[in-house]
């Protein structure tokens, strides 16, 4: 709660098993005293480097756009083997019970819903993050005008403009319109916008991703990829059959791959992939986990935490950061400011044996993402 420390760090994590926060040794007695809050779960876990093998085979591009899960960018971090010993502590006395053991049911159920979750992050070797699509408000309501047009399999060509390319279809009324125009002059000349802009018909798919699977599916109202969940009948009004159909486009999320991986946005440059660094140590050099989509932001902490007149102030809040504990600690701007101010610049998470950087959670960041002009 009042520092970055882990599981993993030296003398582990204790877990109230009443409000579910966590605590380094150096916080659990003064938060006991403060609330008398006296049972936790005592969590230490080790991790161990598991050794690549030289057989292993090369890593493969990414298909889908995603950080550190399957098929998606990798991270370019060494998988753990995971071991974890627990213990119930009573405090003041620190009196522990090793665990497994038998214990009062209420208790019992709390320490079983820590371990549970403790358990699913802990096999989370490096920080995954993915591009999550919501289902459409408009999709459900979708009405859809008795005009008689129906699509062609193929040879389509925008109705504004001779474009023959990144064509997207009108799902309202068919009409087949070309996408925006990209930064660098190409894409599309922006008729589909404009006729959304228009007639306020939300909903598009991009002809050439439809396959029995699924389709690239935009939506103007909400300015965002989406999900049709009634897809296959809003085709089939225009004698679409899916069933039929085959990729002949490139998605949208391997556009926005190409995207990343191309000049100012690819990945290994952002990391340094395959380069040998050197991990520095003491205070003031602590770092933050780069995402790829969150550099910018970090960008904007580290010089706000450059300036003395910022981060001294910032820093001293820590020596009294538990001295009161609000109702919600995890949206009290003192704590966590004095908490990030702590991590950065005392020197505690960059140890000798090498950087400890601070953990960013991936899912509070997707917006950020860099992303190719859409439909």
Sequence with gaps: LFS????????????????FWAFSRKF??????????????????TKTPIVQKDSEPPLKKPTILGIGVEGGFDVDKPKYEFTHVHQLVILPAFSSIPLPATLPPTIQRSVDGVLAATSAEAQDAVAAWTAPLQESAFALSLIQTDNGVKIPRSGWKCTMCDMTDNLWLNLTD??????????????????????????????VVKLGTITPE???????????????PLLREHLAHFGINMQAMTKTAATMAEMEIELNQSTGFEW?????????????HGPGLTGLVNLGNSCY????????????????????LHAAIADRIPPDPFADMRIQLAKLAHGLLSGEYAPPAGTYPLPTPPPLFKATQPKPPSA
């Design 4 to 19: 970055f420390h882990t599981a993993e760090s030296e003398g582990g994590l204790y877990v109230c098993l009443k409000t």
């Design 28 to 45: 659990v007695e003064l938060f006991h005293q403060k609330t008398g809050n006296s049972v936790f779960l005592h969590i230490q876990t």
């Design 174 to 203: 068919g009409t087949i319109l070309c996408s925006r125009k990209n930064f660098d002059g190409t894409g599309g000349n922006g008729h589909a916008k404009a006729y959304f802009e228009q007639t306020s018909y939300p909903i």
């Design 214 to 228: 699924g389709a690239d599916v935009y939506s103007y109202a909400e300015d965002d990829m989406v999900i049709d």
């Design 268 to 280: 290994d440059r952002i990391t340094e992939s395959g380069k040998e660094k050197e991990c520095l």
């Design 297 to 316: 932001m970090n960008s904007v902490v580290q010089v706000l935490f450059s300036l003395p007149e910022f981060a001294e102030p910032a820093h001293a």
